[in-house]
């Protein structure tokens, strides 16, 4: 082996190192996000040209009823009469979001698969979706690690933050843990003791499973 070669062959394997299977929980979380947001968007656009064959069914807000409604070609009487390939673009339209939702929900399946296997107790405290999008805001795994819970509990709200200490309006109690049903169902007057728990218990569980694996890793 010439130098060229072993130099290639130290810097593949330098890459392998480097690079942590926590950039597949951060990859995945941004497929799911896009998919959010490409089937509300698509859903928004459907709702609005279903409104002129049936604006009242047009209104149901649960989408996944209203594409059940659709696909029922339900009629209504104040609606408009579109001719028959109207209709059918409409329809494929409602299949394709169908589609996608099930895409959606394949990949928060893989996401809650590699969470456990990667950040089990994160995943356990924080949900695995609020955990990658920790994991993502954090940069890696052994970022997060590093953070203090007071940092944890406002990540994600990065913008509020630095408004208020810009302007002096007021602090961000939470950021992206707010999801968390700890939070989002506690009264108004318990969401900052309850995130603040929840912060220390997130910081806690991300410590454990980074430098487990970094243990097992050596």
């Keep these: 082996m010439n130098l060229r070669e072993l130099n290639l062959k130290l810097t593949r394997e330098s890459l392998v190192k480097e690079t942590s299977r926590d950039v597949l ?6 497929t799911i996000d896009e998919l959010i947001k490409i089937i509300n968007r698509l859903i928004a ?25 659709i696909n029922r070609k339900i009629k209504e009487d104040i609606g408009l009469n579109l001719d028959e390939v109207d209709l059918a673009s409409i329809i494929e339209l409602s299949e394709e979001i169908k589609r996608l939702i099930n895409l959606k929900e394949s990949q928060e399946k893989y996401l809650e698969k590699i969470t456990e296997e990667i950040c089990p107790r994160l995943k356990k405290t924080a949900t695995s979706l609020i955990a990658a999008r920790l994991v993502d805001k954090a940069g890696s795994l052994k970022n997060l690690a590093k953070l203090p819970s007071s940092t944890i509990q406002v990540l994600g709200a990065e913008k509020a933050l630095f408004r208020h200490l810009k302007t002096k309006s007021k602090a961000p109690k939470f950021g992206i843990i707010f999801a968390h049903q700890n939070i989002s ?13 929840l ?4 910081s806690k569980s991300t410590r454990i499973d980074y430098f487990s694996k970094d243990k097992e890793e050596v």
């Design 185 to 197: 169902n506690s009264p108004q007057t318990e969401k900052g003791k309850a995130a603040r728990r």
């Design 45 to 69: 656009n459907l709702r609005e040209r279903y409104g002129y064959y049936a604006p009242r069914a047009a209104k149901e807000e649960n989408a996944e009823k209203l594409l059940n409604i």
């Design 199 to 202: 912060a220390a218990e997130i």
């Design 25 to 30: 929980i951060i990859q995945t979380i941004h």
